[in-house]
């Protein structure tokens, strides 16, 4: 069987397989999903209206042996941003359409009637299913009433009541192996472009699937051992290295000590507060309590940041308190307690809400007055107007820029509409050129991978200089095309030092196309990816004054190193030479 | 004179006398008298410089050799949580 995509048309309720087009044939994850998206959608359409396109795609290795690749990339045209987003999660889900050999799930049109439908995939064919009893819901039932229906085999993409309400805040939910709505390709309110179409879930089930087609054998297995031999002898991500022990929120106290972890809404960049919510004290808490950690969000990772937080006594799983969202739905809210963080999450996994906006547009609302910083319960209670579908939850379940704008505040922490993730430009400056340049709006992992050096691209910046542009498009490139592999960005820590790591994941890559790819070509099938989203969101309007921090980080400085940004604009044009 | 010196992560485990389930992190308030630099302190608690990666002081990314006098605030992390800050800093260096 050869590779093929689901076309699903909502206006007809209908599914088919087609071919997988010869020249898409290197394209996997985020590449496929920019290809698809600029080939096939207006970068003028609404995003919420019939034109708009949502793609699926697991990355090239994903469903095979190969470690920590287990991810999925969803694209389309953004709500949030107006522009092109992928949004990635780890999840059985993607491992199951690898090895169904299904490259993308492509959803278009919309359904004219009120009805929500569950698409329900198998390896040789579809089916629509009304899910109207399923809306309105939480997901953490709603995920527990369909693995009783579908049997615990299956795996689950979903959107909640914040999509529901076509909220550009709703990410689209995929299940963690033990079948909890915790898995989030959460960024760029594609959840609520999922609802506009009617699709409200997508159950795959893989009976009977033949597995990726490996075309190479001998470079693909000796990509995996490198790999492997690489990420578990790796200080940080081995066994017992930061990632294992403490999960991502091990930067909590990093980015905390080095004065850049954003506390009351961007306000200041250190407070010590913020180590009662740290990834050792989260490890600590969830030995008493009887949670679980290390954990994988997919099968097949050696890493294993992952984790299961619950209530005391092991109640309420939430599933994994992530870094970015501890920081979000805490710190940035002035909000120090694992406990109240943790219902937070949990509501926002609820809803289908991306956590890292819900705690930006928390934190907006705080300074509006809406709610005092630090009202945990007031948090809880703001979320609940996006259940109860209020004018109020309304305005929220739209993100951070549009809450701000109802709440007449100034200090608005979005590039392109997005909401900032956990590390505050003024203080760590190259972060700060990623979030301005990337097509995809103020994001983290953009460019969180790899350095120059080992990339054969040239240019090693001098980190202390402001001109980041060189190390920024790097960071970009490189994770560009990790996400098209299908491996987490995660890997990138021993990659990074590690060569034998980098070639091993060529090597697998190889493997799967029997292609002849060297570390050499990464940089430029980053570029490739890089071009198409950009030449996107230029189609839709976007000009360099959308490659810009707010005003804000430009003007206010900083506690506790009272800097402001300071990269100009030249040198944020120069990452893509515009 | 003391120095507030904070230590993250399994570098607690390397200080007698503390249960590492309540010093999240350690906080150790230590006599300046004798500290010259970061190589001093580390030196005090018998902590191999291999053991560390991430060093600050006063939020400022730091190498061994970064100065350090009363009141300052000193962040040690170990070598397994070294992610992400050294891409985008060079450490802060006297001599
Ligand atoms: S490192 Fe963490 S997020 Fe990445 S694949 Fe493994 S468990 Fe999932």
Redesign the interface.
Known sequence: MAKRILRVDMTKLEANFENFPADFAALGGRALTSTIVAKEVDPLCHPLGASNKLVFAPGLVTGTKAPTSGRISVGGKSPLTGGIKEANAGTTFAQKLGRMRIAAIVVEGKHEEDDYYLLKVTNDGTEFIKANKWSNKGLYDVYKELYKEFGDKVSISGVGIAAEIRGAASGICFNDPEGLPSRYAGRGGLGAVMASKGLKFIVVDETGAPGVEILNEEAFNMGVKKLTNALTSH??T?P????N??GTC??V???N???GLPQRNFSS??DDRS??V?G??KA?EIKKRGGVRPHFCSPGCVIQCSEVWTKPGGKDPVGVLEFESVWALGPNCSIYDLDVIGELNRTCNDLGLDTIEAGDLLGVAMEGGLLEFGDGKGALKMLNEIKNKTPTGRILANGTAFTAQAFGVTRVPVVKGQGLPAYDPR?????GVTYATTPQGADHTAG?AI?TEIMGVGGTA???DTNKSD?SRN?QLATAAIDAAGYCLFIA?AI?DIPEGLEGVVDTLNGVLGASLTVNDVAGYGQQIIDTERAFNKAAGFTEKDDRLPEFFLKEPLP??NEVFNVSDEELDKVWGT | MTILVKIFGDLRKKIEGYNISDALPLNLQIESNGIDTIADILNKFSIEKEETYHLFVNGTYSGYNKKVKDGDRVGLFPKNMSLLYKWYFERNEDE
């Open positions: 200080d940080v081995k017992g290295g930061a990632l022990s403490y091990v930067l106290n990093i980015i000590e080095a004065g960049g250190q180590e009662k740290s050792e004290v600590e203080a760590i400056k190259g972060i969180y350095a001098d980190p202390k190390l960071l820590f990074l506790p190193h």
